[in-house]
């Protein structure tokens, strides 16, 4: 059926008049009633009632216009639906990651959400908790998966509590300890690692007031921090997901009291980001709860 038939006999049903309904259609006259006599043909039934005075709804017609209201409006839908899916065509969506994340949740993200939009591109860097915010700030990238900071305005999406672990050397004289207590640091010879962590450990060591040995020229990568632990040279903390799948010849306990870092998705504004990019984060919200389901 043709939308511009239908369209045609509810604006002349309601404005009463051929004529009117040709102005307010940007249409002739002639062209309208050559409109509605095909659509009655196509129907079997006469839909209108023409005079001098106008035209006006038969008793068929009076039926059927409920459902033609119904049809246009479901036109107007679909095209709404077909011009925000063109929308989404050729767009490009910026993230920033830590390079745990890189490694064990954006693939996963990415290769879903590529299957459902393939013409949207995915650019990828990597960097540290201040560099994410700096460039989320900078408008360099639509979103980061980070860690929450105290960074301004900007929305958050949670995804998942990390929970920190103590690593410790394996001659470190852990006996039976299910968790390591975080007042056990103080004093002890620390490798703070790089790449957003420090912060996260800090407030820790703040939030119970302890004081340990930080080696400040020592803020190197996780791979890094986990052989130096290896080798005698310190203890440090580090996350679940950034030991997930290395192969250690350290102690990894979780903390006492527990504690962990926020991982979620800093965006500028939520409410003000393009369509795509809030299709991007509801893939990482689902994806994130599947790998991690509580």
Same mark, same amino acid.
């Given at each position: *059926?043709?939308?511009?038939?239908?369209? $045609?006999?509810?604006?002349? /049903?309601?404005? =009463?008049? &051929?004529?009117?309904?040709?102005q307010r259609l940007?249409?002739?006259?002639?062209?309208?009633?050559?409109?509605?006599?095909?659509?009655? #043909?196509?129907?079997? &039934?006469?839909?209108?009632? @023409?005079?001098r005075y106008g035209v006006r709804l038969t008793?068929? =017609?009076? @039926?059927?216009?409920?459902a033609a209201r119904e049809f246009l409006q479901a036109g107007q839908r679909l095209e709404s639906a077909i011009a925000a899916q063109t929308s989404l065509k050729r767009e490009n969506i910026r993230v920033a990651a830590y390079s745990s994340i890189c490694m064990h949740w954006l693939p996963t993200i990415v290769q879903q959400f590529r299957w459902d939009f393939p013409d949207v591109s995915v650019d990828i860097r990597m960097g540290s908790v201040d560099e994410m915010y700096q460039w989320m +700030?900078?408008?360099?990238?639509?979103?980061?998966?980070?860690? %929450?900071?105290? %960074?301004? +305005?900007?929305?958050?999406?949670p995804l998942w509590d990390d929970p920190l672990l103590a690593i410790l050397?394996?001659?470190y004289p852990v006996e039976n300890l299910q968790r390591f207590p975080v007042s056990e640091? =103080?004093? #002890?010879?620390?490798? *703070?690692?790089?790449?957003? &962590?420090? +912060?996260?450990?800090?407030s820790v060591f703040e939030a119970y007031h302890v004081y340990p040995d930080i080696r400040n020229n020592t803020s190197v990568e996780d791979a890094a921090i986990v052989s130096m632990v290896e080798h005698g040279l310190g203890v440090s903390i580090?996350?679940?997901?950034?030991?997930?799948? %290395?192969? *250690?010849?350290?102690? $990894?306990?979780?903390?006492?009291?527990? /504690?962990?870092?926020?991982?979620?998705? $800093?965006? +500028?504004?939520l409410e003000e980001a393009t369509p795509i990019v809030r299709q991007f984060i509801a893939y990482s919200k689902r994806i994130v709860g599947e790998l991690h389901p509580t």
């Open positions: *059926m043709e939308t511009k038939k239908w369209e $045609a006999l509810v604006t002349a /049903a309601e404005l =009463g008049s &051929f004529t009117r309904a040709a940007n249409a002739t006259q002639s062209g309208l009633t050559h409109m509605m006599n095909s659509l009655e #043909k196509e129907v079997g &039934f006469p839909l209108l009632l @023409r005079n008793v068929a =017609g009076e @039926r059927v216009l409920p +700030q900078e408008d360099k990238v639509d979103l980061s998966f980070a860690s %929450r900071q105290d %960074r301004g +305005q900007y929305s958050w999406v050397p394996v001659e640091f =103080g004093g #002890k010879e620390f490798l *703070m690692p790089s790449l957003g &962590f420090d +912060q996260d450990i800090l580090l996350s679940e997901l950034v030991l997930k799948g %290395r192969r *250690m010849n350290v102690h $990894a306990l979780p903390l006492d009291p527990p /504690a962990c870092r926020h991982i979620g998705i $800093a965006v +500028q504004s």
